[in-house]
């Protein structure tokens, strides 16, 4: 089975694959497009990796429609750009009835019959997300594309294929030699929550809202990240010759019977007072809605309505967007807070008189970082418009400055954390003002809660509150100190019972045995987030061989940009940094990709070798234990008393009476940070 080797494939073989890719398929389509699975998830993951194992087997069989192709293996250096075959169009807006009312009396005129014929429309909602433009060749997807200005667009093919609900392959017996389908891609909201809450907590700027954060997503290099985030689509025109296909109606009917997806939510309406209740009933269901949406799209159902009609240079004349109103209101500043992220970053925020806003209470504002600051000229007591950005995350868009209360005091960014007081510091052309201690709580806290976080060592039990304590109390100064806990420290805290304590052990303890590439991820580095952190682990198969590359040699993997690079080497270059992976190593975690005793093995560089130490006084960050392992691993001997024989004192904190001996005998003294050092 684990033979790699490339086979001559038999027919059976030929046949199993392609029903296996059938099952796989179908199963998919039940799962991702009809919303109604039809197997069960062990299920369906023996049968995908059945298939994956004979596709390895039999390369020559992998066909670009199989379910295994989703998924690229290595990420695209740049988009080529394409033209359209039939251009993508915007659409034109309407804000009220009027409006619409103006351009349904517009495409009638145009037509010069002012009682046209009855027509139907045909409401749809308005997805904030992209659109994209979808080619299929006998039935065969062949590209994906941007909408870009409308004529030419960027193939964006590998990243449309992970989006599982489009089909690769048309569910159609006799497919046209063409089809294009055109739809959206979208963000569900909680996953577009979950990116900007990443960005925040690495000082990355905010997306203002799902259609920027999918259009970004689209446009990511590497397809494993769009994979990650689970963009989905909804298909909304299908460009296809048939007799059977008169109007939009038909189009919105056939397109899941293809392998779309289309939403649901769509009506014929047989008048514009039918549109205007659809637009009414919408403006308050969709709240209840996983996905954002924008407006409602009204759509002349007649095809050769909207043939006869045809397009201005950027909008078709048979379909308007009626737009929502955005979701803004006044309110006033009370104060403003300063927020310390895990990396030190400082965001400023507005805390309201509160306010409903898009079905919910907001009384708290980002204020994004300095230069907003400056940008908004935002006083305490200042009356600012609020508005929901893609209605997750509220904003101050402006201020009001008529209604400024005299005597009103500036908002400006402090000098000092708000959290340990140390100087911020703010290096243009950052944006972003930073706390730089290492030490500060709010950092210390931030890299715990990312330490333990799922996708990092996956430490269940240690939530923000228990994180706090453990910061406060000082038991905790670093994630290293995690593995130190024990039994009795954890009980004495406030609310911990024995029961939750052994669990939270057990789940310090359990998290030894993660992979490198997840230690590495819960480091925190910046710009280093999971896809980044696999990249590297797989070119850097141990933590001392990233330690030691330059910054070009990070930069030669493949897929790691410059920036990264530069970020990675920097923070290996920190001795701090340099001894929390000595201690987190000590302490049994992976820090390599094969397993430690294959390390082992390996002939390492002896540089205590035949020396002495003795050891006095509490080191800055060493235990006593860890120092002693540090010396022996690198050949040494560590002795408790002080001779001739003796070749290092290392020198902590409140030396006792060996610091007077071993000056007298003239031996050589060391700091912690010197032993790291010449250890390395
Ligand atoms: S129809 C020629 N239908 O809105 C037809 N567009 O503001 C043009 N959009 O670029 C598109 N939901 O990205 C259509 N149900 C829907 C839509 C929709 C969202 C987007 C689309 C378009 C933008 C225009």
């Known amino acids: 089975m684990n033979d790699q080797t490339p086979k001559t494939p038999t027919p059976e073989i030929s046949q199993k694959l392609e029903q296996l890719r059938l099952t796989v398929q179908r199963a998919s389509y039940a799962y991702y497009v009809l919303d109604a699975p039809t197997m069960e998830d062990g299920v369906y993951d023996r049968l995908y990796r059945e298939l994956q194992e004979l596709e390895t087997q039999y390369p020559e069989l992998i066909s670009p429609d199989s379910p295994t192709q989703r998924v690229g293996e290595k990420p695209a250096t740049q988009f080529e750009s394409v033209r359209h075959n039939i251009s993508l169009y915007s659409l034109e807006n309407a804000f009220n009835m009027a409006e619409l009312q103006a351009w349904d009396e517009k495409w009638r005129r145009f037509l010069g019959n002012w009682a046209a014929e009855d027509n139907n429309y045909i409401c749809e909602l308005k997805i904030d997300g992209s659109a994209i433009a979808l080619t299929y060749h006998d039935g065969i997807l062949v590209r994906g594309a941007t909408r870009g200005d409308g004529v030419t667009g960027e193939d964006i093919t590998q990243n449309i294929k992970t989006i599982r609900s489009i089909p690769l392959k048309l569910h159609l017996d006799n497919p046209p030699p063409v089809v294009e389908v055109r739809g959206e891609a979208f963000l569900y909201n909680r996953i577009f929550a979950e990116i ?137 500043i009370i104060s403003v807070t300063f927020q310390v992220g895990r990396t030190g970053a400082l965001t400023p925020v507005a805390e309201l008189e509160p306010i409903q806003l898009a079905g919910t209470t907001v009384k708290r504002a980002t204020l994004h970082n300095q230069d907003r600051l400056t940008e908004l000229d935002l006083h305490i007591g200042d009356t600012v418009i609020v508005r929901k950005a893609g209605e997750i995350i509220p904003e101050v868009v402006r201020v009001l400055p008529d209604l400024r209360p005299t005597g009103a005091k500036l908002v400006t960014m402090p000098t000092h954390c708000p959290e340990c007081g140390e100087t911020v510091v703010k290096t243009p052309p950052e944006a972003v003002t930073r706390c730089i201690n290492s030490s500060c709580p709010a950092i210390v806290r931030g890299s715990i809660i990312h330490w333990c976080g799922r996708r990092a060592l996956d430490i269940n039990g240690i939530g923000e509150k228990l994180v706090q304590q453990l910061v406060e109390t000082q038991l905790v100064r670093s994630v290293a100190d995690l593995y130190h806990l024990n039994m009795d420290q954890l009980v004495a805290l406030e609310r911990q019972g024995q029961k939750s304590a052994q669990k939270i052990l057990e789940a310090i303890a359990a998290s030894k045995k993660q992979p490198w590439h997840r230690v590495l991820y819960g480091l925190g580095i910046r710009y280093v987030g999971e896809v980044n952190a696999e990249l ?30 530069t970020s990675v080497y920097q923070w290996f270059q920190n001795p701090a940094n340099i001894s929390l992976c000595d201690r987190l190593e000590q302490s049994g975690l992976q820090l390599a990709s094969v397993p430690s005793t294959a390390l082992k093995s390996t002939p390492q560089a002896q540089p205590f070798a035949g020396k002495t130490f003795v050891l006095t006084g509490t080191l800055p960050t060493l235990t006593r234990e860890e120092a002693k392992s540090i010396i022996e691993k690198a050949g040494g001997k560590v002795t408790n008393s002080v001779t001739q024989k003796v070749d290092y004192l290392l020198l902590g904190d409140k030396p006792g009476s060996k610091l007077a001996k071993a000056q007298n005998l003239g031996i050589a003294e060391l700091s912690e940070l010197e032993l790291l050092e010449m250890a390395k």
């Open 196 to 332: 900007n809450q990443e960005r925040q907590k690495n000082g990355e700027p905010l997306f203002a809202n799902p259609r920027n954060a999918a259009a970004g997503t689209l446009r990511q290099l590497d397809s494993r990240i769009v994979a990650a985030r689970h963009l989905d689509f909804f298909a909304y025109t299908l460009h296809l010759d048939s007799p059977n296909l008169h109007d939009h109606w038909d189009c919105l009917e056939l397109l899941p019977k293809m392998g779309f997806k289309v939403n649901p939510n769509r009506q014929l309406c047989q008048s514009l007072l039918e549109v205007q209740q659809y637009f009414n009933t919408w403006e308050t269901q969709r709240r209840e809605l996983p996905y954002m949406t924008d407006g409602v799209v009204v759509k002349l159902n007649s095809l050769s309505l909207q043939k006869q009609l045809g397009e201005t240079r950027k909008f078709p004349r048979w379909a308007i967007a009626l737009k929502y109103p955005a979701e803004e209101l006044p309110t006033k």
């Open 536 to 565: 590297l682990a797989q070119n850097f198969p141990s933590c001392q061989s990233l330690a030691a590359a330059s910054s070009a040699q990070i930069e030669g993997v493949y897929g790691i940009g410059a920036e990264i690079a």
